[in-house]
């Protein structure tokens, strides 16, 4: 099948390639670290320590070499009624929500890895192809719209001088990364977009944002810190804590495995290559059971900070792992140049992101595909921007398996005879499921019917309940008329859940020595043969 995505093809997978693209993830992984704690109303600290941990995890033991994780918005969008709710379960001024952060996550951990087990994570794989192209759209809107934020001071946006210099430093250091793979491809255009921005702005005195004042301006005072330690959590074991973190921990498990898998499947696309979905799951798991024991804040998928380490060249495990260690090593002792970095080059990396994310062919299939299609692309697209993934997900899965059914519902037909004894034959055509009952129902004739009649499902399938209920109460309405029903080239599993059918309809095993009702009547067939 033709792909919809466009993207440039990255550069092949080298030591180099992985340690150089890790380098740069690991910049782009700060600011947005940072930001994502405050959003969930914990220290960046915590973040930047769910980042590294969900980073270095998934890296090792992940399904899809090459993808990122790390602290993301999705998951902090919960985390802030946890977080406060929490804070009001405990003592006054004992800010208990962060412990109970740490105790969801260790259950939304089990959650993760018991859906990896259990073999659910190759549910993804069918996801409709218009799903993902809204998911991928969607979620480019979203990366764009959050990087608005780093055009404003406080509430107000940049004016004059401060607001040229940021879209001059942006646009500089989107010109880099545009033009640098048209002369080599040896090393990331990010990496050297986000440095020579950085040289500029440093040496050239120039006065605007940095990760320093970012951090400032939420209420942090910088990066720097220790290794992470292990703690238990602490809150009481108790069923009415149970009680409480249950529901969060399904909906972090649940929303941190669907942005996960969607971006696997995103990066399977771009990399034509092929991730497992359940080794991911378990890996996500895990990731985050080590966050609420270490401190971290945990995580997921990164569509972004994939994207970023895919286009510039990494491709196996090293990316992931460099990425996540080189963010340890800004932590512990490059902390003070880390946030000198200023943020208008972030801003154009992630620019770039959403460039190359878009999924611009949208625009070209438009009179191409189903209207049905556009539809679901439009809605799941919207309800990212104005929900969340995961939200907009269930919304196009929902919709486009609602448009399947309706579709095949209509392909229900019936070609009938009347052969020299008088019998009158039903050659279906079609699946028969719950959709298609009404107009498979409308093909009878049971009044004028003649005394016998046969129903042939040699080019059919009996789909489900619904259908077999179907055929139970038909086979009643031609008994209640002294007629008798032949029903032909059932599946085995339609017969032997059809129950009062099988008394007083009858399949030909005689034809069909496949299909039989009961064990009984089939012997009764052999012994007729012989």
Known sequence: MKSYFKFTRPAEGTIKNDILSGITVALALVPEAVAFAFV???SPIIGLYGAFIMGLVTAIFGGRPGMISGATGALAVVMVSLVKEGNTMGPDGAMMGIQFLFATLILAGLFQILAGVTKMGKFVRMIPKSVMMGFVNGLA???????LGMFKSGDNWLVGTAMYSMLALVGLTMLIMFVLPKITKKIPEALVAIITVSIIVIFGDIETQTVKSFIVSLGGDGIK???PTFNFPIIALNFKT???????ALILAAIGLIESLMTLNLIDELTETRGNGNKECIAQGS?????????GMGGCAMIGQSIINIKSGGRGRLSGITAAIALLVFILFASNYIEMIPIAALVGVMFMVVIGTFAWNTFKIL???PLADILVIILVTVLTVIFDLA???FAGVIVSALVFAWENSLLIRARKNIDKHGIKHYEIYGPLFFGSIELFNSKFDVKEDPKEVVIDFAESRVADQSAIDTL???AERYQKRGKMIHLRHLSADCVKLIKRAEKICDVNVLEDPDYFVAIDNYRQAIDKIK
């Not at 149970?242 to 969060?248: A, N, R, S, V």
């Not at 990731?287 to 401190?295: S, T, V, Y």
């Open 391 to 393: 939200i907009a997900v």
């Open 472 to 474: 139970n109460k038909l």
């Open 367 to 369: 009179n191409k595909v």
């Open 287 to 295: 990731a985050n059971i080590l966050n609420g024991f270490f401190g």
């Open 242 to 248: 149970l009680i409480f973190i249950t529901p969060y």
């Open 141 to 147: 809107i979203v990366i764009f719209t959050s990087q």
């Open 225 to 227: 810190a220790g290794l």
């Open 40 to 42: 969930a109303g914990i």
